[in-house]
C-alpha cells in the first residue's frame, strides 16, 4: 500500500487534486493507496510528550502506524514563503527517525510557482533520508495552471506517470508491482 499524507488544509487545493490523480495511477497499476488527509485526522498540534511513548489512540500512534503498514509513500504540501506547510512539517516531526526507513518517497508541491514548488520538494528530500526514506528522483512541483486542460495537464500527466513508476518500481516489499510504461 502506497500512503498519501496530504499537508494541505483546502478541500479544493490543488495539492489535494495531484496528489489524487497519483493515488489513480497507484491504483491502476493494481496497487491500494490510501490517503492521509492531515487537517482531517490530525488537526490538532501534535502533543511533544507523546513522542517518545505515544498513548494508544493518539493522533501521533495513529499517524506512526499508518505510516508503518505503507510499502512506500507520497508527501504532498503547498508552498508557503518557499517551503512545505506546518501542516507537513508538525506530522513529520512526530514520525521516528527510521519510519521511513528503506521505502520510496515521492514529492508533489503545489504552489503559485514551478521555483517555489521545487524549492518545496528539495526541502522535502532532506527530510526523507531524515527519516531513513529514499526520495525519488522524480518529484512533480505544479500550481493551478497545470490542471489546464491540454499540453499543461498533459504534461502534469507525463510527470506523475515517471513519479508513480519510480515509486513503485523502487518498494522493496515482496508484492512489488512493475513500472508503469
Not at 494541505?8 to 497519483?22: G, H, N, P, Y
Not at 511533544?48 to 510499502?71: C, H, M, N, W
Not at 508552498?79 to 513529520?92: M, P, R, T
Amino acid at each position: 500500500m502506497i500512503l498519501g499524507i496530504l499537508g494541505s488544509a483546502a478541500k479544493d487545493s490543488v495539492t489535494r487534486e495531484v496528489l489524487l490523480r497519483a493515488g489513480e495511477r497507484v491504483e491502476r497499476s493494481g496497487g491500494r493507496f490510501d490517503v492521509v488527509d492531515l487537517a482531517v485526522e490530525f488537526p490538532r498540534a501534535h502533543a511533544l510528550e507523546d513522542y517518545d511513548d505515544p498513548p494508544p489512540g493518539s493522533q501521533t500512534a495513529l499517524l506512526r502506524a499508518r505510516v508503518a503498514r505503507a510499502d512506500g509513500a507520497v508527501l504532498a504540501t503547498p508552498v508557503y514563503h518557499g517551503s512545505f506547510s506546518a501542516l507537513l512539517k508538525n506530522a513529520l516531526d512526530h514520525l521516528t527517525g527510521d519510519a521511513l526507513a528503506g521505502r520510496p518517497v515521492g514529492l508533489i508541491a503545489a504552489g503559485g510557482g514551478p521555483r517555489g514548488a521545487g524549492t518545496a520538494c528539495d526541502q522535502l528530500r532532506t527530510v526523507v533520508r531524515a527519516l531513513s526514506g529514499w526520495a525519488t528522483p522524480t518529484h512533480v512541483a505544479t500550481t493551478a495552471a497545470d490542471l489546464t486542460p491540454g499540453e499543461p495537464l498533459d504534461f502534469l500527466d507525463r510527470r506523475l506517470d515517471d513519479l508513480i513508476g519510480e515509486l513503485l518500481s523502487f518498494r522493496t516489499s515482496p508484492l512489488s508491482l512493475p513500472v508503469l510504461g
